[in-house]
């Protein structure tokens, strides 16, 4: 099955430090998206991204589904950004009905 | 727009015991998935359900099982609890069954003893 693998593992930020988080995958895709898991476990809607860029507030994404790559950045974060970040897909072959995702970018952000 | 919602919140069992956890879907959404999340790790799907049938499977034994009502919400049914079943137990649900935005609902954390 397809692959997604994401980095940093763990990220470690001041409060206004900008960062760049990255996710690769194996194979072609008809859906990638970006969430953010609270504390409580919710994983938060950030981006459906198959390919392009979008921007919401501080938060941007890019996909560039050729070269299988998406790349999250958070600009100016702040301590409400801390969290686990992962990175879903959802494979152009048979198995296009689930989403895969990746083990996640766990992000601390200090104050 | 009503999200989509998960219950219970928590539940404790014992290894061999059942478990229902129950899930209603977004509205206007007529496709339901499950996936399982154990800790320090990224959600696993289950299974998917469509049109009150299952659309798709992941790699977990028979044990674990599902329904999809009418009214599009669904239930995840696991038999026989094992200890590796602990873990936190997502929906989410979507307009279609593929090449669409997924939604997730607040999880139901379940712990066997």
């Known amino acids: 099955g397809i692959q997604v693998e994401q980095s940093p593992p763990d990220l470690i930020l001041q409060e206004g430090a900008n960062s760049t988080l990255r996710c690769n995958f194996s194979d072609s895709v008809n859906n990638l998206q970006w969430f953010h898991q609270n504390p409580w476990g919710q994983l938060i809607n950030l981006f459906y991204?198959?390919?392009g860029t979008k921007q919401n507030g501080r938060l941007s994404a890019t996909t560039v589904a050729t070269e299988r790559y998406s790349l999250l950045y958070i600009s100016s974060s702040q301590t409400t950004d801390s969290g686990v970040y992962f990175c879903a897909v959802e494979n152009s072959g048979g198995s296009n009905y689930k989403l895969t995702f990746g083990k996640g970018t766990l992000l601390t952000v200090n104050p | 727009e009503t999200g989509v919602t998960q219950s219970p919140t928590h539940l404790i069992k014992t290894r061999g015991q059942q478990v229902t956890l129950r899930c209603s879907s977004q509205s206007g959404h007529n496709t339901v998935s499950w996936y399982q999340q154990a800790l320090g790790q990224g959600p696993q799907f289950i299974f998917q359900y469509y049109r009150e049938e299952e659309n798709g499977r992941g790699n977990f034994p028979p044990r674990f099982s599902g329904l999809q009502f009418p009214n599009y919400s669904s239930e995840l049914n696991v038999n026989a609890l094992e200890l590796d079943d602990s873990a936190l137990y997502l929906c989410?649900?979507?307009?279609?069954?593929?090449?669409?935005?997924?939604?997730f609902g607040p999880g139901t954390r379940l712990t066997v003893l």
């Open positions: 989410a649900s979507s307009p279609r069954t593929a090449y669409n935005e997924q939604f």
């Open positions: 991204i198959p390919s």
